[in-house]
């Protein structure tokens, strides 16, 4: 079976740091572009980070851009999301989701269960 | 960039047809592939069409997506409705640097 399974989640004061892994079982990882999706609660989906197949190319969502940092390991088929400088504002659900191919243009087809992060004092 | 725009929420009884509408602000609706996501109360969203018109294994073909460039928007639309089918519906794209952009969610009742 196909599948991701984020982990990583937890409660932290602000300015503090996680790290957030997507393991991906049961399909050819190196091949698919991967992201970060996060909701926040009771509110829609935000676009956080990508990464491509190969690890080559990085995006950015302006929000997260300099705090957060996105990396895979082929190896062992885990996709990180490093967050640092947490805000109360980067409290939501964190998402990891695969793409239909190895860019992030294509469709995104797969979404993991979801990793929740809780930023408060 | 730009922005896509969905109805707040859709209404239909069970075993009839309702499309829900994805319109995006600028730049053409052709350019990227679009994107939609189910997000059932309390679940991590599922893809329903990925790439404006294609299923993932497991969605049934009761669920069907569609680009229209005259009104600049996507549709999702769903017939033969079904209790289960109540969830809230994310549309997503993409702009020129490859950002994701997602619009606000429809959220579908089935009364």
């Known amino acids: 079976e196909v599948q991701l399974l984020e982990s990583g989640g937890g409660f932290v004061q602000p300015g503090g740091s996680l790290r957030l892994s997507c393991a991906a079982s049961?399909?050819?990882?190196?091949?698919?572009?991967m992201t970060w999706v996060r909701q926040a609660p009771g509110k829609g989906l935000e676009w956080v980070s990508s990464i491509t197949f190969s690890g080559g190319d990085t995006y950015y969502a302006d929000s997260v851009k300099g705090r957060f940092t996105i990396s895979r390991d082929s190896f062992t088929k885990t996709v990180y999301l490093q967050l640092n400088n947490l805000r109360a504002e980067d409290t939501a659900a964190y998402y990891c989701v695969k793409h239909n191919g190895r860019l992030i243009y294509v469709g995104v087809d797969l979404w993991g269960q979801g990793t929740l992060v809780t930023v408060s004092s | 960039n730009f922005m896509l725009t969905q109805p707040h929420s859709v209404s239909e009884s069970p075993g009839k047809t309702a499309s829900i509408s994805c319109t995006r602000s600028?730049?053409?609706?052709?350019?990227?592939?679009v994107q939609w996501f189910q997000q059932r109360p309390g679940s991590a969203p599922t893809t329903v069409i990925y790439?404006?018109?294609?299923?993932p294994s497991g969605v049934p073909d009761r669920f069907s997506g569609s680009i229209d460039s005259s009104s600049n928007s996507a549709s999702l639309t769903i017939s033969g409705l079904r209790p289960e089918d109540e969830a809230d519906y994310y549309c997503q794209s993409y702009d020129s640097t490859d950002h994701l952009v997602f619009g606000g969610g429809t959220r579908l009742t089935v009364l």
């Open positions: 600028s730049g053409s609706i052709a350019s990227n592939y």
């Open positions: 790439e404006n018109y294609q299923r």
């Open positions: 049961g399909l050819t990882f190196s091949m698919y572009a």
